[in-house]
């Protein structure tokens, strides 16, 4: 987890969240910031946030996907638009085989097996 006020430079600090044991109050308890005792946020991207390269690496996500030599998909709908688009311009690619490992496939191309 890290602050929630991602403006400020201590935000960049990646935290262990606190186990359930150090959890004195477990109905009420909302970690906060040691350093300006905002909320601390889990670190996963909600609904309205944008990729960035601190918390999510896109550009080094970028990068690597120029010289991959397959994709393996795991445990996603590909729901947020730069999943789904390394997916599709991996698809795209004759010398990129992608392996979808799901309940359901949510790739829309290919073969299924």
């Known amino acids: 987890m890290h602050c929630s006020d991602e403006d400020e430079e201590h935000s ?8 359930l ?3 004195t109050d ?3 308890h909302v970690p906060l910031c040691s350093t ?7 670190h996963c991207m909600f609904f ?7 918390y999510y690496r896109m550009r080094t996500v970028n990068r690597f996907l120029e010289d991959c030599d397959a ?18 311009d ?3 690619r004759d010398d990129v085989p992608v392996i979808e ?3 359901e496939t949510f790739c829309d191309k290919g073969y299924v097996a």
């Open 12 to 19: 960049k600090v990646f935290h262990k969240s606190p186990s």
């Open 21 to 23: 044991g150090e959890v």
């Open 26 to 28: 477990r109905k009420n």
């Open 36 to 42: 300006c005792g905002k909320v601390m946020k889990p």
């Open 48 to 54: 309205d946030e944008c990729y960035s390269e601190h």
């Open 71 to 88: 994709l393996i998909v795991i445990g996603t709908a590909l729901a947020t638009s730069f999943a789904a688009r390394i997916v599709e």
């Open 90 to 92: 991996c698809i795209n």
């Open 101 to 103: 490992v799901n309940l």
